[in-house]
């Protein structure tokens, strides 16, 4: 891969992360959590024009801007980073966009869900987390942010920015 690619990745990555900035007011508390949906839509999009590595980064990068401003907890982290490895890796090996958007479910959803009980019980000192309440708290929200990704990239112009990166 050139620069001129690695360069218009980066800035589409970058695109992407400013959007997860403006679109993160409308989180939703729940719990130790604040779900934010639009992050599951966005890991949904950078999966397939971008892939996993930019969808991780751009995960990473919406995570902890979010956490300085005050707008999301630290189980921001497992949640957003491994839906999107697991949606890109997904997509990459089916080419299909529902893979990107079962990767964004189960990597959100279920695993994330799962790793965000020890750091809630240990690290926030949650005593009202359970195994399972992330899971059933973030599934929800990850089903509807992952299927209003893949809606977006039905209704977009995506054949342009294929070619842009």
Same mark, same amino acid.
């Given at each position: 891969?050139?620069?001129?690619?690695?360069?218009?990745?980066?800035?589409?990555?970058?695109?992407?992360?400013?959007?997860?900035?403006?679109?993160?007011?409308?989180?939703?508390?729940?719990?130790?959590?604040?779900?934010?949906?639009?992050?599951?839509?966005?890991?949904?999009?950078?999966?397939?024009?971008?892939?996993?590595?930019?969808?991780?980064?751009?995960?990473?990068?919406? *995570?902890? #801007?979010?956490? @300085?401003?005050?707008?999301?907890?630290?189980? &921001?982290?497992? =949640?957003?980073? %491994? /839906?999107?490895? !697991? *949606?890109? #890796?997904?997509? @990459?090996?089916?080419?299909?966009?529902?893979? &990107?958007?079962? =990767?964004?479910? %189960? /990597?959100?959803? !279920?695993?994330?869900?799962?790793?965000?009980?020890?750091?809630?019980?240990?690290?926030?000192?949650?005593?009202?987390?359970?195994?399972?309440?992330?899971?059933?708290?973030?599934?929800?929200?990850?089903?509807?942010?992952?299927?209003?990704?893949?809606?977006?990239?039905?209704?977009?112009?995506?054949?342009?920015?294929?070619?842009?990166?």
């Amino acid at each position: 891969m050139n620069d001129t690619v690695r360069l218009r990745k980066l800035a589409l990555t970058a695109l992407f992360v400013a959007v997860g900035i403006l679109l993160a007011p409308f989180s939703i508390p729940l719990g130790a959590a604040k779900t934010f949906p639009f992050q599951h839509m966005l890991n949904v999009l950078i999966a397939v024009f971008l892939g996993w590595r930019y969808g991780v980064a751009g995960a990473f990068c919406v *995570s902890s #801007i979010r956490i @300085a401003l005050g707008m999301g907890t630290i189980l &921001a982290y497992p =949640g957003s980073m %491994i /839906g999107a490895a !697991l *949606s890109g #890796i997904l997509y @990459a090996r089916t080419g299909k966009l529902w893979g &990107a958007v079962v =990767g964004e479910i %189960i /990597g959100t959803g !279920l695993l994330g869900g799962l790793l965000s009980y020890p750091l809630a019980a240990y690290i926030l000192g949650s005593r009202t987390a359970t195994l399972f309440f992330f899971v059933f708290a973030f599934l929800p929200n990850t089903v509807v942010g992952a299927v209003l990704g893949a809606l977006i990239y039905k209704v977009m112009p995506a054949k342009k920015l294929k070619e842009f990166v």
